[in-house]
């Protein structure tokens, strides 16, 4: 059974970071696209970010392009979000995402439990 945990989420003030982890278990992340989504409330889910762990291709969200990285762990199964320079606009529920759409960016199957982020202007 695939089991995705998110952490790392937090509040901050605008301009600050936060480091947003995801770990799985019952898979390994070697071959694999995992990337994250966010939920504001009265909002729908939108795509931040994904990275494909074979390669370490990312792609990234226009609203978060600069500011946000993505990476990998393989030997952690582990793959974190780095958020700098955080933004109000940025407050959500971010979920990490196992086997999206590399080109579709949709999501796949397997969700972490979700992780708050609140960013205070």
């Known amino acids: 059974q695939v089991q995705l945990v998110d952490s790392g989420g937090g509040k901050v003030q605008a301009g600050g970071s936060l480091r947003l982890s995801c770990a799985a278990s019952?898979?390994?992340?070697?071959?694999?696209?995992v990337g994250w989504f966010r939920q504001a409330p009265g909002k729908d889910r939108e795509f931040v970010a994904l990275?494909?762990?074979?390669?370490?291709?990312?792609n990234f969200a226009d609203s978060v392009k600069g500011r946000f990285t993505i990476s990998r762990d393989n030997a952690k199964n582990e793959v974190c979000l780095q958020m700098n320079s955080l933004k109000p606009e940025d407050t959500a529920v971010y979920y990490c995402?196992?086997?999206?759409?590399?080109?579709?960016?949709?999501?796949?199957?397997?969700w972490g439990q979700g992780t708050q982020v609140t960013v205070s202007s």
């Open positions: 990275i494909a762990t074979r390669t370490g291709g990312t």
């Open positions: 995402n196992l086997d999206m759409g590399l080109l579709t960016k949709r999501p796949g199957p397997y």
């Open positions: 019952g898979r390994t992340f070697s071959n694999s696209v």
